[in-house]
């Protein structure tokens, strides 16, 4: 068992459930109260903010145990703890491909958050074109008694990308997941148009910010 599942120390009731998605709730509060003000500051010192929306949530009891048979475990707190990483996630949706990376620069710069992994899967996309930029990190919560490092999923992508993943998860949602060949092929075509258009939506930014030095 991990250090955060040891550091729960509950046992298996209501009331211990109920504990932990308290615990999962404030790591959510704490870490989008991070992303707040790291975006006010940026707006502040570049008069630019790179965060269009932030969306969060805490994964759902029947998710939580489908994801756990799927591997195999036993439905207990230590085992979620353990082995689900995305209990409490949160999206940062941004309007650029550029604010992607320097908002996961900015961070994993904070020294009271510690970034566990990385998955880069805009410049390496699953199979089905999907792309975004996942960081697992763990963030304390002090409780009246004790701290207990609590892990969150941040998901990193731009406007379009969002825009995809959204509309994939209602198609495979609507076959159960066995969706026809020909759809995943449409799917992942459509992947690659967004791709094109986040490519031109930057290119123009970066030549509408090159004109505005030359005329300065």
Same mark, same amino acid.
């Given at each position: 068992?991990?250090?955060?599942?040891?550091?729960?120390?509950?046992?298996?009731?209501?009331?211990?459930?109920?504990?932990?998605?308290?615990?999962?709730?404030?790591? *959510?509060?704490?870490?989008?109260?991070? *992303? +707040?003000? *790291?975006?006010?500051?940026?707006?502040?010192?570049?008069?630019?903010?790179?965060?269009?929306?932030?969306?969060?949530?805490?994964?759902?009891?029947?998710?939580?145990?489908?994801? &756990?048979?799927?591997? @195999?475990?036993?439905?207990?707190?230590?085992?979620?703890?353990?082995?689900?990483?995305?209990?409490?996630?949160?999206?940062?949706?941004?309007?650029?491909?550029?604010?992607?990376?320097?908002?996961? +620069?900015?961070?994993?710069?904070?020294?009271?958050?510690?970034?566990?992994?990385?998955?880069?899967?805009?410049?390496?996309?699953?199979?089905? @074109?999907?792309?975004?930029?996942?960081?697992?990190?763990?963030?304390?919560?002090? &409780?009246?008694?004790?701290?207990?490092?609590?892990?969150?999923?941040?998901?990193?992508?731009?406007?379009?990308?969002?825009?995809?993943?959204?509309?994939?998860?209602?198609?495979?949602?609507?076959?159960? @997941?066995?969706?026809?060949?020909?759809?995943?092929?449409?799917?992942?075509?459509?992947?690659?148009?967004?791709?094109?258009?986040?490519?031109?939506?930057?290119?123009?930014?970066?030549?509408?910010?090159?004109?505005?030095?030359?005329?300065?």
């Amino acid at each position: 068992m991990n250090q955060q599942a040891q550091t729960f120390g509950i046992g298996e009731d209501v009331d211990s459930w109920k504990t932990v998605m308290l615990i999962y709730n404030s790591a *959510l509060k704490e870490v989008g109260t991070k *992303l +707040e003000i *790291l975006n006010d500051e940026f707006q502040h010192v570049h008069q630019y903010n790179p965060i269009e929306y932030i969306k969060s949530r805490i994964k759902s009891p029947e998710s939580i145990v489908k994801k &756990l048979k799927r591997h @195999g475990c036993e439905s207990t707190i230590s085992n979620m703890t353990e082995y689900i990483n995305d209990i409490a996630g949160i999206r940062i949706v941004c309007s650029f491909i550029s604010d992607i990376y320097r908002m996961a +620069e900015m961070i994993g710069r904070q020294n009271d958050l510690t970034v566990v992994s990385v998955k880069d899967y805009i410049k390496h996309p699953k199979r089905s @074109g999907y792309k975004s930029y996942h960081m697992l990190v763990t963030i304390p919560i002090f &409780l009246s008694d004790r701290v207990i490092d609590t892990k969150v999923e941040i998901q990193i992508r731009t406007i379009a990308m969002d825009f995809w993943a959204s509309l994939e998860h209602k198609i495979y949602y609507k076959f159960e @997941g066995n969706a026809p060949e020909y759809i995943s092929q449409e799917l992942r075509e459509c992947s690659g148009m967004i791709s094109m258009l986040d490519a031109k939506m930057l290119s123009l930014n970066e030549a509408v910010g090159k004109t505005k030095d030359e005329k300065k």
